[in-house]
C-alpha cells in the first residue's frame, strides 16, 4: 500500500506507561533519515513516548545494531525499535543485495524475537522519490513507520507478549 491511498491514523491507544523506543537510523542520506525520524518523532510526540537515538553507519549494519540493542541488560525495559534508512538504487547489483540483507535481517529477527519493530527503510530509484517521502506532511513514511511501531507495542502489551 502506498502511503497516498493509506488512511489517516490516530495515535495508538498504548495501555501503561508510555513506551520507551529506540530509533536505530543509518543517516548515510542525512536529509532523508533525518526528515524520517523528525516525522516519528512528532507521532512519538503524541504518544507521550521517550525516544534514543542510535547511528550506524549505512543499512547493512542496521540489522546487528537491531540485535546488539536487544543484548543490552536494559534491552527488556525498551518496548520497541524503529529502523531508519534509506538505499538509492544505482547502476550496480550492490542495491539489491543490500535491501534483501537487511529487510531479511529485520525481519529473521523480529519473528525469532516477538519484539515491536517500525520498519522505515526506504528503497527507492532516486534521491528525489526518497526526499518525497521524507517531507514534513502526509507522505513521510518515518511518521507511518512510526504509527506501525506503536501499534505493535500496543498489542504486545495488550497480549502481554514477552512479561
Known sequence: MSTIDAPARAAAAIPGPPPR??????PYYGQVVGGMRRGAEGVFAAAGASVEVVDVAGAFELPAALRMALLRPDARQTDGFLILGCVVKGETDH???????VCSGIMTITVETGIAVGFGLLTVDTLAQALARSNDDRMNKGAEAAHALLGQVALRRRWAVGA
Open 21 to 26: 523506543l529506540v530509533v536505530v537510523q543509518a
Open 95 to 101: 542495491y539489491d543485495f543490500i535491501c534483501d540483507a
